[in-house]
């Protein structure tokens, strides 16, 4: 591109040779025409700064909205450690439950979540297995169901449960 300008301003400055037989006027219209190629230049050189100022200030305003959404972001993480426990925001349910040990009888709250598969209790550091597989929906009545409270002698356990209870003969 720089070199078709600077053949065509030139090829003017020819053609004017050619064309003006009078010396001072030829002189006149050639500083005339640089004149008129500074303030072009110049204008250009204008627009290119105001071009580099406004790209420059582009740059600093999406760095500054790039850091203001790192803050929020690091804000938000911040309000949902507060909200949720680690566990749930990992997706992990987390469930407290009241587990009463079947080697010791020591009863203690832990809180697990379904992959869990066991707990150590806290008193005889024996392992106690977690059953999720729901075996009291299938008739079978763990110890340590809701409603009937570990199966003992105020059994209030529908005919569906198998403790000692529920047997017609007694």
């Known amino acids: 591109m720089d070199s078709n300008i600077n053949d065509e301003y030139r090829r003017i400055l020819s053609d004017m ?11 006149y219209a050639k500083t005339k025409m640089n004149e008129l190629c500074m303030l072009f230049v110049d204008e ?12 420059n200030a582009l740059a600093q305003k999406q760095q500054e909205l790039e850091d203001t ?3 929020m972001r690091k804000d938000v993480n911040e309000i949902m450690k507060d909200i949720y426990d680690e566990d749930e925001l990992d997706g992990n ?7 009463t040990c079947p080697y010791c009888n020591y009863s203690f709250e832990t809180e ?12 005889c550091e024996n392992l106690i297995e977690l059953d999720w597989d729901g075996l009291e929906e299938d008739g079978y ?9 570990s199966c003992d002698d105020d059994c ?4 569906d449960c198998d ?8």
């Open 112 to 123: 697990v979540d379904e992959n869990k598969k066991e707990v150590k209790c806290p008193e």
């Open 163 to 170: 403790c000692d209870n529920n047997d017609e003969d007694m």
């Open 44 to 55: 250009l050189q204008t627009v290119s700064d105001k071009n580099e100022d406004r790209t």
């Open 17 to 27: 040779d050619a064309n003006m037989k009078n010396a001072d006027d030829l002189e």
């Open 69 to 71: 959404i790192k803050k």
């Open 141 to 149: 009545c763990s110890g340590s169901c809701g409603h009937c409270h």
């Open 156 to 159: 209030d356990c529908d005919d």
């Open 93 to 99: 349910e987390v469930f407290e439950f009241e587990i």
